[in-house]
């Protein structure tokens, strides 16, 4: 069973950035389109942006020109890189395939915009 393990958020002030990590487990991750997404509270979960095997991309309205995502298939990994944060952009940040169902959802990261 594939599991993820996001890291990198944390507590910055509007303006600032942040880089997110996500690694998963087994051998599917190269073939997938992976994603982002991220759920503030009581809201529900959304896509924010995503990659193809052959890199890509797609964003979320609300974070285009601020968000960047990359992947490093021989590290089974994704990374979200984001620039002039915002308080909308507070919430927990999860990894998944873009249909969010290579595996059960990991713990994500929290990330929290605010002076």
């Known amino acids: 069973q594939v599991q993820f393990v996001e890291s990198g958020g944390g507590l910055v002030q509007p303006g600032g950035s942040l880089r997110l990590s996500c690694t998963a487990s087994?051998?599917?991750?190269?073939?997938?389109?992976m994603a982002w997404f991220r759920q503030a509270p009581g809201k529900q979960r959304e896509l924010v942006a995503s990659?193809?095997?052959?890199?890509?991309?797609s964003l979320a309205d609300s974070v285009k020109g601020r968000f960047t995502i990359s992947r490093d298939n021989a590290r089974n990994t994704v990374f979200l890189q984001m620039n002039s944060l915002k308080p909308e952009d507070t919430a927990v940040y999860f990894c998944?395939?873009?249909?969010?169902?290579?595996?059960?959802w990991g713990q994500g990261t929290q990330v929290t915009v605010s002076s």
């Open positions: 998944n395939n873009a249909a969010g169902t290579l595996g059960p």
């Open positions: 087994g051998s599917m991750f190269k073939f997938n389109t």
């Open positions: 990659i193809t095997p052959v890199f890509s991309t």
